[in-house]
């Protein structure tokens, strides 16, 4: 059975930094994205940063330029590095991996980030 289990969310200050990371741990079949979400209280989960099998990435713009993700083939582990953090980052951070050509998509349970001004 695949697992996604996410950590490294927490407190911080404005400002502040915080690095996330998502293990993942079961037979995944050639996986193809890995990505991270977030959904903040009332409001849509929404793509934070993705990377490619090639290492290509993409950001969303509100976080462009503060966060970088990064990915460790070998140990299949996803990691956001986060720093600049801003109140409106506050949310439940989740890890998504899909694999199989597209056919299979996991999810990890959320790690919650909350940014105090």
């Known amino acids: 059975q695949v697992q996604l289990v996410e950590s490294g969310g927490g407190l911080v200050q404005v400002g502040g930094s915080l690095r996330l990371s998502c293990a993942a741990s079961?037979?995944?079949?050639?996986?193809?994205?890995m990505s991270w979400y977030r959904q903040a209280p009332g409001k849509q989960r929404e793509l934070v940063a993705g990377i490619a099998n090639s290492g290509i990435t993409n950001y969303a713009e509100s976080v462009k330029g503060r966060f970088t993700v990064s990915r460790d083939n070998a140990a299949n582990t996803l990691r956001l590095e986060m720093n600049s953090l801003k109140p409106e980052d506050t949310a439940v951070y989740y890890c998504?991996?899909?694999?199989?050509?597209?056919?299979?998509?996991?999810w990890g349970q959320g790690t919650q980030v909350t940014v105090s001004s």
């Open positions: 079961g037979r995944i079949s050639g996986i193809n994205l």
């Open positions: 998504k991996v899909l694999a199989n050509f597209g056919r299979d998509v996991y």
